[in-house]
């Protein structure tokens, strides 16, 4: 795909895959007995070229388990400070809160459900799952009539990140 298409990988929006984990590329693909380089993380994105990256993550994770890891914010970081000064600099949306943005987001589960709801963000999923904690919430990609595309989270995600910093959290998106 690198050689014979590089262009066929490109996308705006990207799903970061497995809730953010470190991802590792295989060193070496076999295909069809054609042996081919791995692709690592930053190749990957390198192929892709998203303007934005969404982190589907659950707020409730397995003991031990926080996602998104930390490596993959400073994939991210390294990425977007590569892509800056360009037309579409890269954003990065994780859909709820963790143990990376918050150290206790239960703590701030009310706070933030008060303020999605004044910013008239749908958080009926959040309504129905005591554990989650909204933060970029539901991202949606609209086309209009003319193939005119917006993206990105249903409510002002930047705004909402700086008030969790004022409530004392530390969300990983800012560094990229």
Not at 136 to 152: C, H, K, M, P, Y
């Amino acid at each position: 795909m690198r050689t014979r298409n590089p262009d066929g990988l490109r996308a705006e929006v990207f799903l970061y895959p497995h809730h953010g984990a470190d991802l590792q590329g295989p060193a070496e693909v076999q295909r069809h007995g054609v042996r081919y380089p791995g692709l690592e993380s930053d190749a990957l994105l390198a192929l892709i070229q998203p303007e934005l990256v969404v982190i589907s993550v659950g707020t409730r994770q397995a003991p031990g388990v926080v996602h998104p890891r930390p490596g993959t914010f400073r994939l991210l970081a390294d990425y977007a400070a590569a892509r800056r000064g360009r037309r579409a600099p890269v954003r990065l949306v994780c859909t709820e809160l963790t143990g990376r943005c918050a150290d206790r987001p239960d703590a701030v589960r009310e706070q933030a459900l008060a303020w999605h709801t004044a910013a008239g963000q749908d958080l009926s999923f959040a309504r129905r799952h005591p554990q989650a904690c909204p933060c970029a919430g539901t991202v949606r990609l609209r086309i209009g009539s003319e193939g005119r595309r917006e993206f990105g989270p249903d409510g002002p995600h930047q705004e909402f990140v700086d008030q969790l910093v004022r409530w004392g959290g530390t969300p990983g998106c800012r560094v990229v």
